[in-house]
């Protein structure tokens, strides 16, 4: 008999596992009295967000964090029993990301996830850097793709943002990018777009990988609201997750509608934030409010642009989103609660009952029962939960693949390489119904057409570039 526990809302929930394989009987709460830290498991209200969520833009990607700790091996990590309702809905195991103010690991919980059309999830992986290791990110790859081409680098951005008026108030700026044709790189300006409701436009962008730059042309995503459901990232104790037999089921929900309002994006370490890291402090770290990178020249934030299109008949709504950020920066006790016990601590009092905007998390129960949140939820059979689970080995598996063919000793080392390298791609696990299955309400725009590429754009190269082509390196 194997003890699987399972955070849940404050305590601990002991799964028990009868024989061999998943059968599963009801969950028993444990009912000792200790708190989830005390147990070797906390509940975190802040902390990296998913990237196969919400995946960062970067006009100029750089390598990842090196950091001199080996990641554990990847968890165990069981699928909850209540999903989003939907035909492209699945779920996307988590993954350990660096926290270097804990001096730690935390584990980045797996999302039920509504896949963009079209695409298909390349997971994100920890390479060897030499004594080191480092991130290398996920993407949504086109779900069509033969072969993946590792690109040189791009030369360093000239986007600047719009130079001529909106056709309309429903238009929105799209960053221009870098794109190879015909052996070299030539630029392609920026446009303007129609923004619809439901879904948001990620524009081309690449993503630094081993072999060189993966370009990943735009396209539509779900709209923030419509993706599905993220779990809260926890932080294990050693000990708790070295225990033989141990697995873990996310039951934290992260509130969407309050989710944007407290958004930061940390490109250097390939993820947007969310939560409490206002103080003046994190923006020395690398972190960005999600305002202030969208304007910064540094990228573009789909999840902020499509906020101010939706704010756009109200011309204070900027102002106000930075004073709001101005003012939780000043006040401490302005901001969200960073773990799930303070949250729960600090909702207790009775004048802030009613203040949902710092209520971060609540149990999926909770939340599967809110009348405000747009995502329906079924239950999970054993039968399907098995799939589920199964299907989260194979991206595992995928995962190692992928690192394989990246940081392979066989494959030669081209760091300065000046021509393209294309490996073939083996299909992921997760990729989405195509678009003839997925019904009106889930199939995506019609493409926006970008202008014509501009030849005479002049390449520079990038400036204060660190160190990059690392991993794999003896």
Known sequence: MNVRYVPQWGVVTALVMLGTGLGWERAAT????????EQGVEVLTRGPVHEAFAGTVTFDPEPGIDIRRAPPDPIEELPPDQRPDGVNVDWI????????????????SGVWRALPPGREWVPGYWGRSGPEYQWIPGYWADAQRDDVEYLPEPPATVEVGPNVSPPSANHAWVP?????????YTWRPGYWVIMRTEWDWIPAHYVWAPRGYVFVDGYWDYSVERRGVLFAPVYFKLSVYARRGFAYSPATVINLSAFSDHLFVRPRYHHYYFGDYYAPSYRES????SFSFHSSRQGYDPIYAHQRWQHRQDPEWGRRVEANFSYRRDNEDARPRRTLVAQVSYSKNEARRGDRSLTLASSVEQYSRDKDNRVRFRSVDKEERQQVAQRGKEVQRFRAERQRVETGASLERTPNRAEPLRLKARR????????????????????????PLDPKVERKPRKNVEKRERVGRP
């Open 30 to 37: 444990a009912q000792d009295g200790r708190t989830d830290d």
């Open 93 to 108: 195991p988590g993954y350990w990301a660096w926290d270097d103010e804990r001096d730690d690991f935390v584990w980045v």
């Open 176 to 184: 221009g990018s870098w794109v190879w044709y015909q052996g070299r």
């Open 286 to 289: 690398g972190f960005h409010a």
């Open 428 to 451: 992921s696990p997760i990729a989405a119904k195509p678009a003839e299955q997925l019904g009106q309400d889930n199939s995506p725009p019609t493409r926006p057409e970008p202008p």
